[in-house]
């Protein structure tokens, strides 16, 4: 992979020119009907979800999507979900519990929506109960983070069994933006937070906070997606041998490992 | 800075909490105004009172320790992994010198303290973030010490009670801060599926990656009078959408009225309602006591 400087892979995942979710759902899947609706309060545009074929097995697509410009992207809210959008999600998630079916999330948001309503219909507590779903639910789980990973916003779609990331897609607790003026009072150091922060792909595949970097660059775009189709295809194929036990199992010590290798503890656990 | 000299205060001086002891007259003893009716607190009357104003019922900060003191019965805590804390494994600018100088100033090495307590003779596990530690951010020590208490509390069929208080996921530690929400979120579950209780008491703040994960997630949740408890910042809310926030946003008094949260419950309260609902949890029938 060619060093590039983080903020340069920042720029590179936001920009508009980069393929949104819908683009991932017509390139990898065939047959894919969009379920609309968390069935309590509204369908929130700036998460699609629905069923389709992967190859030749039933899937459930859960994508964000950011539109394709100025008016579609307005009408997307940017691909920021409000909590409609992540109890869509969820609603779609258990249904694929119910029927066995796999799940494919693709992951593109530079965060969860910050408004008055979002807030008023919980945002947080939406975010909170996707990832208390994802981590027990009983049928495997990819995410695919495609351009911006923002926080919680992003990780309430991919507390999953394998978390895969496109060369050029950041991964963040916080954007870099957000990052330096909370540090450095001082939005211009953007770069600086951007390195800090370890949110490239690469990092995070360091981190062991995701298992696969997709590379964006080598291949043409059919050839890009339907290696990625073929590596989805393979993975589930695996997963899906393990029993719903093993599979939650793995998936809890996936992220219980996570972070306990730098810790300082003078005596041992209990 | 009054707070430093208040953390600097020793421990005991917290002894008779929840009885209330004469009003000083020490004309000398260091005083803290009250935010909401302006009246000056002798401290050791504020300690006495759980942190809170005797007169309009402001509920003040309070760390990990005086908490723990007020909350439980005596001598009943014992502490789980204390020596356990970050390190600054992304060699993160100033983040080695804060978390030194964090631990100098609070006598604290992370922003969670846990472990079990009884509450008026019902056991839990306990955890209590620390307002003074960071804004009781979350990096990977604390979502290890929060997953380890509740695979303590599954393990041991216990109930959690979990106090938060957190400005969010600890940026200096990066993607994994971010992944200990997944984390806690697996342990909570699978406490929950094991058909224990969880039940949370958001404290002023309870904010970001914390309240969209372990914060939420309790089967009963409780908050106190007036805490902010939210997923965004106010002032990102503002520069977003443009628009005035309305009164009393983000509030526990909101969060209540828009069905987030289960029922206010003031400090001075809480082992009662607490004790109540473990024994009420407790499998046993109610008694005159
Ligand atoms: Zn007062």
Redo the contacts between chains.
């Keep these: 992979m060619p060093d590039k400087a983080a903020i340069d892979r920042v720029k590179t995942a936001r920009s508009n020119n980069r393929p949104t979710g819908v683009d991932f759902i017509e390139n990898l899947f065939s047959d894919f009907i969009e379920l609309h609706g968390d069935r309590r309060y509204a369908d929130d545009p700036a998460i699609v979800g629905g069923i389709a074929y992967l190859g030749s097995m039933p899937v459930t697509v859960i994508a964000m999507e950011k539109g394709h410009g100025a008016r579609e992207r307005m009408s997307r809210n940017f691909g920021a979900p409000n909590p409609e959008g992540y109890r869509k999600a969820c609603r779609l998630m258990k249904q694929a519990e119910k029927f066995g079916r796999p799940v494919v999330c693709i992951v593109d948001t530079s965060g969860a929506y910050c408004g008055i309503e979002a807030e008023e219909r919980g945002q947080g507590q939406a975010i909170a109960e996707n990832l208390m779903v994802m981590m027990s639910l009983r049928t495997p789980v990819i995410s695919v983070l495609i351009g911006e990973g923002g926080s919680g916003g992003a990780l309430a779609l991919a507390a999953a069994d394998e978390v895969w990331m496109l060369e050029n897609a950041v991964y963040s607790v916080i954007s870099p933006e957000g990052c330096a003026s909370i540090l450095w009072r001082d939005a211009s150091k953007a770069a600086e937070a951007a390195q800090s922060l370890k949110l490239t792909a690469q990092d995070a595949l360091e981190l062991e906070a995701i298992e696969r970097v997709i590379p964006e660059n080598d291949l043409g775009k059919d050839a890009f997606y339907s290696a990625l189709k073929e590596q989805l295809i393979a993975r589930f194929g695996s997963l899906s041998e393990l029993t719903p036990d093993a599979l939650t199992e793995r998936r809890y010590m996936r992220f219980r490992k996570l972070g306990t290798k730098n810790l300082k503890e003078a005596d041992h656990a209990v | 800075m009054s707070f430093i000299n208040f953390l600097n205060k020793p421990k005991n001086e917290l002894e008779s909490a929840s009885k209330l002891p004469p009003v000083a007259s020490d004309e000398n003893e260091p005083s803290k105004a009250c935010p909401e009716c302006h009246r000056q607190i002798p401290l050791s009357q504020l300690w006495a009172n759980c942190n809170c104003c005797r007169d309009c019922g402001y509920h003040f900060r309070m760390n990990a320790r005086q908490r723990i003191h007020c909350f439980t019965d005596a001598d009943s805590f014992k502490e789980?992994?204390p020596?356990?804390?970050?390190?600054d494994?992304?060699a993160?600018?100033?983040y080695k010198k804060k978390l030194e100088l964090t631990e100098t100033v609070s006598g604290e090495k992370e922003a969670v303290t846990c472990g079990t307590a009884l509450v008026r003779g019902l056991e839990c596990c306990l955890f209590v973030m620390d307002p003074y530690f960071m804004m009781g951010s979350m990096?990977?020590?604390v979502?290890?010490k929060i997953?380890?208490l509740f695979e303590?509390a599954t393990r041991h069929r216990l109930p959690v009670v979990g106090f938060t208080v957190s400005g969010g996921?600890?940026?200096q530690?990066?993607?994994?801060?971010?992944?200990?929400?997944?984390?806690t979120?697996?342990?909570?579950?699978?406490h929950?599926?094991a058909g224990l209780l969880y039940i949370t008491v958001l404290t002023n703040p309870t904010t970001?990656?914390v309240?969209?994960?372990?914060?939420?997630?309790g089967d009963i949740i409780l908050a106190e009078p007036k805490a902010t408890v939210?997923?965004?910042?106010a002032r990102?809310?503002e520069q977003?959408?443009r628009?005035k926030?309305?009164q009393g946003?983000?509030t526990s008094e909101?969060m209540l009225e828009?069905?987030?949260v289960d029922a206010i419950a003031p400090r001075d309260k809480q082992r009662q309602i607490i004790s109540t609902l473990l024994k009420m949890h407790s499998g046993g029938g109610q008694d005159a006591g």
């Excluded at chain 2, 530690?173 to 984390?183: D, T």
């Excluded at chain 2, 309240?211 to 997630?217: K, L, P, V, Y």
């Excluded at chain 2, 939210?230 to 910042?233: K, T």
């Design positions: 789980f992994d020596e356990l804390q970050s390190e494994f992304l993160f600018p100033g990096g990977t020590a979502g290890e997953t380890r303590y996921a600890r940026m530690e990066g993607l994994l801060s971010l992944m200990q929400m997944a984390k979120s697996g342990a909570v579950q699978r929950s599926d970001g990656g309240t969209a994960s372990f914060a939420m997630e939210g997923f965004a910042g990102v809310i977003t959408t628009k926030l309305p946003f983000q909101f828009h069905g987030f």
